[in-house]
Nanobody
Framework: QVQLAESGGGLVQPGGSLRLSCAAP????????IGWYRQAPGKQRELVAT???????NYADSVKGRFTISRDNAKKTVDLQMNSLKPEDTAVYYC????????WGKGTLVTVSS
């Protein structure tokens, strides 16, 4: 059983920043691509960003230039630095990987509001 654990969500004003963290088992962290997805109320879950074990990254157009995904090899986490947040970034953010099957974390809520 692969367990992914997100942390770092919260309430932030428009233009502010938050940093999310996804803790993954060491074996997963070392070999797998790990991604961040989000689901806003009434909308489908969508890709935010992914990072391969080699550090190659991919971003949704809506977050390019504002969000940065990275790997912390010491902590075995995949982090999502979110800057210049907008109200439309409000969503539950999920960590994801595939290792024979899809694995999702429980999610962390990000609310961008004044």
């Amino acid at each position: 059983q692969v367990q992914l654990a997100e942390s770092g969500g919260g309430l932030v004003q428009p233009g502010g920043s938050l940093r999310l963290s996804c803790a993954a088992p060491e074996i997963i962290f070392g070999i797998n691509t790990i991604g961040w997805y989000r689901q806003a109320p009434g909308k489908q879950r969508e890709l935010v960003a992914t990072i391969t074990r080699k550090g190659d990254t991919n971003y949704a157009d809506s977050v390019k230039g504002r969000f940065t995904i990275s790997r912390d090899n010491a902590k075995k986490t995949v982090d999502l630095q979110m800057n210049s947040l907008k109200p439309e970034d409000t969503a539950v953010y999920y960590c994801y990987t595939n290792w024979g099957q899809d694995y999702w974390g429980k999610g962390t809520l990000v609310t961008v509001s004044s």
